[in-house]
């Protein structure tokens, strides 16, 4: 059954740390027969991603967004973008994201700079930046699903190495009911992973393969800073928490980021192949 979720971002008042997660929230109430009586709230708890603190207050989930309002330990608020149904967990990742991801990005590059609105000249470019965010999160997500699902040394090597997904539970009678327990178990913890969240990849992709995500700190510099722009174009169609249009969004930082996330993607093939038994 999939998710009902939110995209939220928060500091975190303990640590400071930059949360950046999808939250399952309570569905809306869509048998109501006006869009203002589909609002429902809940208890809900918020936990930090950088210390592990956990916050408990309310969340009120409307048609248009979400509203954290944390009560403990601190109270302060937080704002999700509209609700909506996450992944479905019958998704089959592809066998070769690598050769999709490949064309994805030489389409998307042959489109920069093309046709805009007038009111919106960087308006192109911007669904061209936000695809290639969006390519190289399927590259990043189907790659390690299958290489979890796959590989029993990859799948081992994750749960040694990771103290989130190693101390995952499996009861003696959930195994001997179905072998894959474990699999499943891990997988579906990795669906739940935001894969633009590139420190949060950078660690699993070093737990499970012992790479590094970027082949160079040049990639790097210019990857985490876009990924924070990723969030204004998808969620406002480019413009920042105060309204204003952001006007990066130029052919030549447009190729940029395609240039880094191809890069990224060769990159994680190439040390990938080098562990490949012959």
């Not at 389409?107 to 093309?114: I, S, W």
Request: charged content about 25%; some cysteine; glycine content about 4%.
């Amino acid at each position: 059954m999939q998710d009902f979720v939110t995209h939220i971002q928060w500091h975190c008042p303990a640590c400071a740390h930059l949360n950046d997660q999808e939250i399952s929230v309570p569905e809306l109430n869509f048998a109501a027969e006006k869009s203002s009586d589909m609002t429902v709230n809940d208890a809900a708890a918020l936990e930090c991603e950088g210390c592990d603190t956990v916050y408990g207050g309310q969340v009120w989930v409307y048609p248009s967004g979400v509203e954290f309002e944390i009560e403990e330990p601190y109270e302060f608020s937080v704002q999700g973008d509209m609700p909506m149904y996450g992944p479905d967990d019958d998704y089959e990742p592809p066998t070769d994201p690598h050769s999709i991801a490949r064309e994805s990005f030489h389409q998307l590059a042959k489109m920069v700079g093309t046709a805009a609105p007038e009111t919106d000249p960087q308006f192109t470019n911007r669904l061209v930046f936000s695809g290639a965010v969006s390519s190289l999160e399927a590259y990043l997500g189907d790659t390690l699903i299958n290489a979890v699902r796959n590989e029993a040394d990859v799948r081992d090597e994750l749960l040694k190495n990771n103290a989130k997904l190693g101390s995952l539970s499996i009861s003696a009678a959930e195994l001997a009911s179905t072998p894959n327990a474990l699999n499943q178990r891990v997988v579906s913890e990795l669906r739940n992973i935001l894969f633009h969240n590139l420190e949060v990849v950078n660690v699993l992709y070093r737990d499970a393969f012992g790479i590094r995500l970027f082949p160079s700190n040049s990639e790097r510099d210019i990857l985490f800073p876009a990924m924070l722009k990723r969030h204004d174009c998808v969620h406002r169609n480019g413009c920042d928490r105060d309204g204003n249009k952001i006007t990066e969004f130029t052919d030549v930082y447009v190729h940029q980021v395609i240039a880094a996330i191809a890069a990224v993607v060769d990159h994680i093939e190439e040390e990938r192949d080098k562990r490949l038994p012959f």
